[in-house]
């Protein structure tokens, strides 16, 4: 069914038929009403591709989201899912580019090509040439991260520095006074990933400020990476007593090595960190987590991404940096 038969049925011309589909100029309320009856008898659907030439929108958005090793852990598949959610919502559908870099093919591909209206970027770095490239085209796209420069960039933000340093004085209120820290994959540090960098410092000068005693882990995503790492800081120091981490794919093993090694949580060690609300509550007991709120930052990604659609040229007025709110029991 094509357009030129909706509008024999509807009495009128093809180019009336597209200006009341498309919007582009007024049709009356009645002729618009009786195109619409033909339409929904029909059933038709107009394809998107047809959609893109008309209004030079393609409906689509892409979600630039690299695993940051060799697969997706559960926190990124949250974060991906409240896009694709959120993106529905305005009737959006979004399209998944595993890109790393800027000279990446698929990312080139994406933009050249112009097969989405406009980009979200994820596993954000300090030096991101992503992010950079996209602003000096001038290509509309929102960051969920944020870079070491973000003035002039649209993006959603956890404070990884201020959430890595909450949860040192909350292990320093407790007594604590040998704490470990459990980071991301060692090539993402070396990579500069935004979260794993932040934690860092805000866990470091955290210790420094309480005096505490402190060694800190790359470890990879993966519970059986968790356990190794608590065998090595028991190995390296047997006298710590609590640990922080940005790792929540490492969690259930991070637990195991404890249990393994006869530390009994939270009686003799504590464990806190980073992790979304529905992760921490996988571990008994429930971890004590300043939550990752996955479906918020999506939504809000989306929202500001829309926004810059909606209105081209518009200078960024809203960012969003977030902390999130502590989940489960003190331990």
Not at 228 to 249: F, G, M, Y
Request: glycine content about 10%; hydrophobic content about 40%; charged content about 25%.
């Amino acid at each position: 069914m094509n357009i030129g038969e909706i509008a024999r049925r509807a009495g009128v011309s093809r180019s009336t038929v597209s200006y009341a589909l498309s919007g582009k100029r007024p049709v009356s309320e009645e002729t618009r009403r009786r195109i619409q009856r033909v339409v929904d008898e029909l059933g038709y659907r107009p394809s998107a591709s047809a959609r893109a030439l008309a209004n030079g929108r393609t409906s689509t958005i892409g979600l630039v989201f690299p695993p940051a090793g060799n697969h997706y852990t559960g926190m990124q598949l949250d974060f991906i899912g409240s896009v694709v959610e959120a993106a529905a919502a305005f009737d959006y559908d979004v399209l998944l580019s595993p890109s790393g870099v800027d000279s990446d093919r698929s990312f080139q591909r994406l933009l050249g090509e112009r097969r989405v209206d406009g980009a979200i970027l994820m596993e954000i770095r300090l030096a991101d040439d992503r992010v950079d490239h996209l602003a000096e085209l001038g290509f509309p796209s929102v960051a969920i991260g944020r870079t070491a420069r973000p003035e002039g960039s649209w993006w959603v933000a956890l404070d990884h520095t201020a959430l890595a340093a909450a949860c040192v004085h909350h292990l320093a209120d407790l007594g604590h006074r040998r704490v470990a820290f459990v980071n991301r994959p060692e090539q993402l540090l070396r990579a500069g990933y935004e979260s794993a960098q932040r934690g860092l410092d805000g866990f470091t000068k955290a210790a420094a400020e309480r005096g505490l005693t402190v060694r800190t882990y790359c470890c990879g995503d993966d519970a059986a990476s968790g356990q190794s790492c608590v065998e090595r800081i028991l190995h390296d120091e047997p006298a710590t007593t609590a640990l922080v981490t940005l790792n929540e794919a490492a969690l259930g093993g991070l637990y195991r090595g404890l249990a393994r090694a006869g530390r009994h949580v939270p009686r003799d060690f504590s464990v806190t960190g980073v992790v979304a609300g529905r992760w921490a509550e996988t571990v008994t007991p429930q971890l004590t987590a300043a939550d990752v709120p996955a479906a918020d930052l999506g939504r809000l990604a989306v929202e500001l991404l829309v926004e810059r659609l909606d209105h081209p040229g518009t200078i960024c007025s809203r960012r969003r940096s977030r902390c999130g709110p502590a989940q489960g029991p003190p331990e």
